[in-house]
């Protein structure tokens, strides 16, 4: 049994035929490499309560002997290595990543809507609830006449926010505390 990345695991990758290694082995019949890949996720699953039985070929064009022995063991080191290294997970076709980040919020989100995102997730007293919600109408209303509203979170930098926050005080004439408070808060979110 190989252990795999989530839990996961798989059973030691055969060949067929099982003389594949031998000098004798016949390149007239179809080889085939095979093994079962378990994921914890699916055990009451009906259909993969026994795992998946995974079955690949491709080599079976190469008439050399040697030449298929040597393939077949580099498509097994390559299976492996993507079983292991990016945590590919054959019941759901696709690889999961092992560094694959998850977002709260996600990059491709719109800047006010992420914004909003974020000040629901904070975690506060009252009063700075209130005052950050009071903060993100000024930020909200910013952003719209500077048309940054349509704009990925991913994509804002430092100088659109020092654009925000000086339109905010050329329209709406905050003082140099309410301005602070402003940044402090964006900061938050």
Known sequence: MIILPFGCSCSTLSVSPKNWKSKNASVKKTWFVFYRFYDPTFKDNPKYKEGKLVIFKGFNHIKDLVARQNEVRIRIDKEISKLKETAYNPILGREIGINHQTYDIEPTTPFIEALTLAEKRIKASPSTKRDLKSTLRFVTKAA??????????????????????????????????????????????
Not at 145 to 162: A, F, G, P, V, W
Not at 171 to 181: A, F, I, L, T, W
């Open 144 to 189: 719209i006449h500077l048309r940054y509203n349509e704009i990925t979170i991913k994509m804002i930098s430092r100088k659109h926010i020092k654009q925000v926050l000086s339109h905010i005080d050329l329209y709406y004439g905050e003082s140099s505390h309410r301005y602070n408070k402003i940044r402090s808060y964006l900061v938050k979110v």
